[in-house]
């Protein structure tokens, strides 16, 4: 069963709008930290923010938001006022207390940011 | 500038041909892990290392090989490549393990085998 499952594949957007991306984890441990991270078209990985299972309050940092609601194990980003630049590959991330202590991907969504 | 240096950007190799690829990091990060990426698979972890000298094996580490003989190097050894292992490749690095440390990412490698 996966872990991370991010259900949209690609989307696209009209500039200037406020984008979700979702995402849903799978995990047994009370203890776990989500990231969200950004791979542009050249290619690197870029970390955007993160979400403590023990975090009282949703992670913001500038233009993105993390929609965190750990009852229904969904941790949904949330782009403000997007811009053509967030067009990219987007993924969502999170990490268990394993033995190999990895951080397991979801296999990402597309966004597109339309002028 | 704190970062994960990752050498080469791109490669084309043959087959069977022993290739290394490099992995430096200046943030005294005691995790180190490297990852390919696949379309349609996502990232895969290959091996990864929690210190100096202690390595273990990822999800797909078959035709990979490791070594941390220092804490900010941990080089990716392919020692005869195939086909197979044509992906685009990361490593990371996180500062220890823990659920709230994200990873710092390397620029990736992009290897074609032929």
């Known amino acids: 069963a996966q872990k991370i499952t991010q259900t949209q594949p690609g989307m696209f957007v009209q500039e200037k709008e406020a984008v979700t991306l979702d995402c849903t984890y799978d995990?047994?441990?009370?203890?776990?930290?989500l990231f969200w991270y950004k791979q542009p078209s050249s290619g690197e990985m870029i970390f955007l923010i993160y979400q403590g299972s023990y975090d009282q309050q949703n992670a913001t940092e500038g233009r993105y938001s993390l929609n965190f609601q750990k009852a229904r194990k969904s941790a949904n980003l949330v782009i403000s006022a997007s811009q053509l630049g967030d067009s990219a590959m987007y993924f969502c991330a999170m990490r268990e207390p394993k033995r190999d202590d990895k951080i397991i991907f979801g296999k990402g969504t597309r966004l597109h940011i339309l002028p | 500038e704190a970062q994960v240096t990752q050498n080469p950007r791109y490669l084309i190799t043959v087959t069977g041909k022993k290739l290394t690829v490099t992995c430096s990091q200046n943030?005294?990060?005691?995790?180190m892990s490297w990852y390919r990426q696949d379309p349609g698979l996502g990232l895969r972890q290959i091996y990864y290392?929690?210190?100096?000298?202690?390595?273990d094996k990822g999800d797909v580490p078959e035709g990979y090989k490791v070594s941390r003989k220092e804490k900010r190097n941990f080089p990716l050894i392919l020692e005869s490549p195939s086909p197979n292992q044509t992906s685009l490749y990361f490593c990371?690095?996180?500062?220890?393990?823990?659920?709230?440390?994200?990873?710092?990412f390397g620029s990736g490698t992009r290897l074609t085998v032929v």
């Open positions: 943030m005294n990060h005691e995790y």
């Open positions: 990371a690095s996180s500062l220890s393990r823990g659920t709230n440390y994200g990873y710092t």
């Open positions: 290392s929690m210190n100096v000298e202690v390595t």
């Open positions: 995990t047994s441990d009370p203890s776990y930290g």
